[in-house]
């Protein structure tokens, strides 16, 4: 058995995966999502089946790595895996259900994105999926898939790791993409995260089609423009 | 759904936003709903509130997206413009109502605005 370094970043291992195999599951998914933060764009999951056995040293939480280095594992996990999905909640949802909710369906979406089907998921944190997100049961091949949380599970899970990679690849490309059409927030760099360049733009030009109108910086960036005291414009929401 | 659409949300109401704030309005609210009124966009033209109706057509078959506001909508705009500036203490600033039309002719799509498309009650 490996045992976690002492100092540094904790090791990987498929301790996880292999009790759920000894449960008796046969497609195991990781699932991660990336973007309940930002302040612009979409919220998007991915959920990956890795081959039994499989293991790389390299896959690691994608916070860990750089912009480069995740895209050379992203190839490779979608090379090696046995299926993967991924799902994309944007922002006018977001705005309508609330983040966590839109998370939770990114996830769905992400696990429906899956075939095989996943009879087992393990997700990063402490909270499962609402049973009632899952919709009908028969597009997860009849059964509802087991889910277990992991806290840190993006540093001690390999699948999730290798979705936190392929989620965090995803929404980056998007935001890049977004960058093109909104030029004026520095979307490509950021990445929707609220940093003070992004909030000094958001004030200069008021929120763009693709920020959440629910989240606090953005509201009150529209309060500051059509010249209303900070919250007294939406605080409904 | 094509790229370009997906970019553009599917109802064309990103492409309406981006459009108005490329003429240099500010976005504040989208689909606002009230009792007995809704609004799809309220945006900022310098001071004056603008309430916007976007209109979306595939193609001109059952007329052009701007004869497609009718009466009633426009009443439920009215409701809900004067809900809003009320709720907000906003009642006197100036505001008007606005069309947008996005019309998708194959891929490209063409947007048309008229100020002031239609007169408070």
Redesign the interface.
């Known amino acids: 058995m490996q045992l976690p370094a002492l100092f540094g970043e904790p090791v990987q291992s498929l301790g996880f995966e292999e009790e759920s195999y000894a449960l008796g599951f046969n497609w195991i998914a990781g699932l991660d999502e990336v973007g309940r933060g930002p302040l612009a764009g979409p919220v998007v999951a991915a959920a990956v089946i890795l081959p039994r056995g499989f293991f790389s040293s390299d896959i690691k939480d994608s916070k860990l790595l750089t912009a480069g280095q995740r895209e050379k594992l992203a190839e490779v996990i979608r090379e090696q895996a046995v299926s993967l999905g991924i799902g994309i909640v944007?922002v006018?949802e977001i705005d309508r259900l609330n983040i966590l909710k839109a998370s939770f369906l990114a996830m769905v979406k992400a696990c429906q994105g899956l075939q095989p089907a996943a009879d087992c998921i393990l997700i990063d944190g402490n909270q499962m999926i609402p049973r009632e997100l899952f919709g009908p049961v028969k597009t997860f091949g009849g059964s509802m898939p087991r889910q277990k949380a992991i806290v840190k599970g993006d540093q001690l899970c390999l699948s999730i790791a290798a979705a936190s990679i392929l989620a965090k690849v995803t929404r980056d490309a998007m935001m890049v993409?977004?960058d093109r059409?909104?030029p004026d927030y520095g979307f490509a760099s950021h990445k929707g995260y609220g940093c003070a360049a992004h909030l000094e733009a958001l004030r200069r030009?008021?929120?763009?089609?693709?920020?959440r109108?629910s989240f606090q910086p953005v509201r009150d960036a529209?309060c500051e423009?059509?010249?209303?005291e900070t919250g007294?414009?939406?605080p409904e929401r | 759904m094509s790229k370009i659409r997906q970019l553009f949300g599917k109802d064309g109401e990103r492409l309406a936003e981006r459009y108005l704030q490329q003429k240099g309005y500010k976005l504040i609210e989208r689909n606002y709903r009230c009792r007995g009124g809704e609004v799809d966009l309220i945006v900022l033209d310098r001071k004056v509130i603008v309430f916007v109706e976007v209109k979306t057509r595939s193609d001109h078959r059952f007329g052009t997206p701007l004869e497609a506001v009718e009466t009633r909508k426009q009443q439920k705009m009215i409701q809900a413009a004067q809900f809003f500036l009320n709720e907000k203490g906003l009642h006197n600033r100036e505001a008007r109502f606005d069309v947008v039309g996005i019309s998708w002719l194959g891929q490209k799509p063409a947007v048309e605005h008229i100020e002031n498309a239609f007169e408070l009650g």
């Open positions: 944007e006018e993409e977004l059409i909104y030009f008021g929120p763009s089609p693709v920020h109108r529209c423009s059509i010249g209303l007294l414009l939406f």
